[in-house]
């Protein structure tokens, strides 16, 4: 029996018959992590998994015990869990020690999870590819010559490689569903606010949102539930109640925006979504051809507000409250080469592009605009879900592509995210499930957006789509 092969149901049944143990469930992970190299890891918390699997496997024997308990996952290295390392993978953190756990760990280890380890990230949750890492790139388990895909890429591989049950990463433009679609796992990104924040190294503020990836849709869903809430410490946090929903297909209107279907969307990857949306057809959906209008302008909308919430919240990482300090002549001699040294490439050129969006004579004409823009984009969704229940969608317009392949040319890396970026805009739940493999084997995720706070029915839909596609 490989205890690595688990969903979180079939782990927590054999925790419950007592067929194996948390510490043997931990300690077969971490066996399987050590021989790995797809550099999915920043850190390795050993020792804090052993403890935390010893601590449940006494909780699971006075036979009370929720389902989250002693299962084993791993964490996005930009949440924080108290002690540990919590580098965002950039030279500027590379030996921050996290003094709190965020919320989402709190209630994580308030359900008994066993934490594996920090996984690898575009530096700063900035990237599509995994490659912009100060720590190295991600290799994708089905081909370790292609990328796993941004930001999230450590948690997708370690999922995808059987090295954790689930994980926690976080996306701001795509960065839970690009990389589930490009390995292969189930990954959602909630609505923004029914997830704390608090404790996660900020990106852009208003897009940032906390979310699991897993196997499956039902263990997406049970760590949905555990971390979702309403949360003091994060104003933008809403309450929520999710209330569980076996929707089904059967008479439910899909919507297939037409502009996702237009001009650099793949061929095969077209094909695969095609089918998926005849399978949920043939189950009783009722297929509705919907417009999105606004959608060209998403991308650069979106790479206009990014870099100047990055730009207002990089700037505390000045070499003199925490992180990396390099010394120099004078205090701005000080913050030039903390910064200098401590930053990677992607990072400084989207503080560059934020600082002057910002900058007085540019801020009506780009930020203002922008934001007028992102209001465009909103309404188109809301006239949308007045025809339709959920969207259906390619998730990238491309499968895994080749490491170094987009490095150099940030305009087509950016346009990796084309698909994920405007509901991100509008604050939408979005869901990346499996929906089929290109003749090279490379996975591609079907993308179901919902309305806000409508995950149940985004998870009842692919629940039901999941064993036929």
Known sequence: MDLTEFTIKQAHEGLKKKEFSSIDLAKAYLEKIKKSDLNAFISVTEDL???????????????????????????KDAIMVEGQRCTAASKILENYIAPYDATVI????????????????????????????????????YDKTRVTGGTSSG??????????????????????????SFCGVVGLCPTYGAVSRYGLIAHASSLDQIGPMAKTVEDVETVFQAIS?????????????????????????????KEYFAKGLEPEVEKIIRSAIKKAKNA???????SLPSTEFALACYYIIGPSEISANLARFDGIKYGLSVPGKDLLDVYLKSKGQGFGAE???????????????????????????????????????????????????????????????????YLADIYTIPSKLAGLP????????????????????????????????????????
Request: aromatic fraction near 8%; proline fraction near 5%.
């Open 49 to 75: 998994a052993l403890t935390q699997a010893e601590e449940a496997d006494k909780k699971i024997l006075t036979g009370e015990f929720g389902m989250l308990c002693g299962i084993p996952c791993v964490i």
């Open 106 to 141: 709190k209630k994580l280890k308030e359900a008994g999870a066993v934490i594996l380890g920090k996984t690898n990230l575009d530096e700063f949750a900035m990237g599509a590819s995994g490659e912009t890492s100060a720590f190295g790139a991600t290799k994708n388990p």
């Open 155 to 180: 948690s997708a591989a370690a999922v995808a490689a059987n090295e954790a049950i689930y994980t926690l990463g976080s996306d701001t433009g795509g960065s839970i569903r690009q990389p589930a």
């Open 229 to 257: 809430g309403k949360d003091k410490m994060d104003a933008t946090s809403v309450e929520y109640k999710f209330e569980e929903t076996k929707v089904g297909l059967k008479g439910f209107k899909i919507g297939v925006p």
């Open 284 to 290: 009783g959906a009722k297929i509705v051809e919907i």
């Open 347 to 413: 990072v400084k050129r989207r503080i560059m592009i934020g600082t002057y969006c910002l900058s007085s004579g540019y801020y009506d004409a780009y930020y203002k605009k922008a934001q007028e823009v992102r209001q465009l984009v909103r309404h188109d969704f809301a006239k949308a879900f007045e025809k339709v229940d959920l969207i259906f969608c390619p998730v990238s317009p491309f499968p895994a592509f080749k490491l170094g392949e987009k490095l150099d040319d940030p305009l087509t890396m």
């Open 430 to 469: 979005g869901l990346s499930l499996p929906a089929g493999k290109t003749k090279d084997g490379l996975p591609v995720g079907l993308q179901i957006i919902g309305n806000h706070f409508q995950e149940n029915k985004i998870l009842g839909c692919a629940e039901e789509l999941e064993p036929i596609l």
